[in-house]
């Protein structure tokens, strides 16, 4: 009772990164808030899914096993989570921001009347003084998160109704085995005491999925452009530094917008959250919603004509100038080191 929960997708029998990145962010906050870190579990062929969930410091892992729930359906689902939360009333529940997430999170906020704070890029735990009632709230939930268009951060906050809830992003936190040999509970549902056979009134009969032939989350390297690369055929000069370096093409929102790139190469808020060891800001200015999915880098190096611009901020390396200059140049002396 008024542990924290983390909602664990999987797929396959393998757990969605996203769901072990939040496993390890719930540890910390049950070790602040001095609670035991929970998880659920729903799909089929679940043999052995523990060893991959409790070595990131999980106490209690419920799993809900059958054949029939999986793949993903919103109504089962939705109705495992929201019985079992009402019976152990968990003061924190934290889901993927995914297509799962998205989908399952507003309908078991909904049910429990406990709202919903979605794509977080920060949690945190602390007081919160409300001066209107005279209360002063201790130890609540922090969900952070871009708004109004990424121009400011918003620090979210819900006092009264429980559990406080949060859809985050994937690779926005970091995915750290706490012990392998972490000893956690496991306690496995009798899924038909959750369910009832309207639940079941709609089953996937085919499922079609197209993997990405662009992987811009897991490259070590990454070469990124924004609107000032200037056209479609600008961002063949990042091609063409990638090849060079070995790295991948991304992009920023405005570029995607525009038609310069594709949006799976998209980093950002409304994109995908890296983490390489280098990464390239080519014609980027660096607002909000871009830095929140790449302000993780390792190194940062700023290729910009404006020497104001806001991802300099953060960058370790800063060159001020045009990227049609510069870049020839990069791939020009590159080339020649590697002969």
């Known amino acids: 009772m008024n542990n924290i929960f983390v909602y664990c997708e999987v797929e396959n029998g393998t757990v969605a990164d996203v769901s072990l990145e939040l496993c390890t962010k719930g540890r910390k906050l049950a070790d602040e808030l001095q609670c035991r870190l929970e998880a659920i579990v729903i799909g089929k062929n679940l043999k052995d899914i523990d060893k991959q969930i409790i070595p990131y410091g999980v106490d209690k892992l419920y799993i809900a096993e059958d ?12 109705s495992i989570i929201v019985k079992l939360f009402e019976e152990e009333k968990p003061q924190i529940a934290l889901m993927g921001a995914t297509g799962i997430g998205r989908d399952l999170g507003p309908r078991v906020s909904s049910a429990l009347h406990s709202g919903l704070t979605a794509d977080c890029t920060s949690l945190e735990t602390g007081d919160h003084e409300d001066r209107k009632a005279g209360k002063t709230y201790k130890n609540l939930l922090y969900q952070i998160r871009p708004a ?44 038909e005491k959750y369910v009832t056979a309207s639940d079941f009134a709609i089953s996937v009969i085919e499922r079609r999925m197209d993997k990405s032939k662009v992987n811009i989350k897991g490259a070590p390297v990454l070469v990124s452009g924004g609107y000032g690369m200037g056209s479609r ?107």
């Open 67 to 78: 054949a029939r729930l999986e793949p993903y359906t919103t109504q089962p689902h939705t």
């Open 148 to 191: 109004f268009g990424g121009n400011i951060i918003a620090t979210i906050v819900n006092p009264d109704c429980r559990p406080q809830m949060a859809t985050v992003r994937e690779g926005v936190m970091k995915k750290e085995i706490l012990d392998a040999g972490y000893k956690g509970e496991i306690v496995r549902l009798d899924v």
């Open 233 to 339: 055929e600008g961002f063949n000069l990042l091609f063409e530094l990638a090849e060079v370096i070995g790295a991948e093409v991304g992009a920023s929102r405005a570029a995607v917008d525009a038609g310069f790139a594709d949006h799976e190469r998209q980093v950002g808020q409304t994109g995908v959250t890296v983490r390489p060891k280098l990464y390239i800001a080519c014609g980027i200015s660096g607002q909000v919603q871009h830095t929140a999915g790449m302000q993780e880098s390792a190194m940062i190096i700023s290729v910009n004509s404006d020497p104001c611009a806001p991802i300099n901020a953060i960058a370790d390396y800063v060159i001020t100038g045009d990227v049609n200059d510069v870049i020839p140049k990069m791939i020009k002396y590159f080339k020649q080191n590697k002969k």
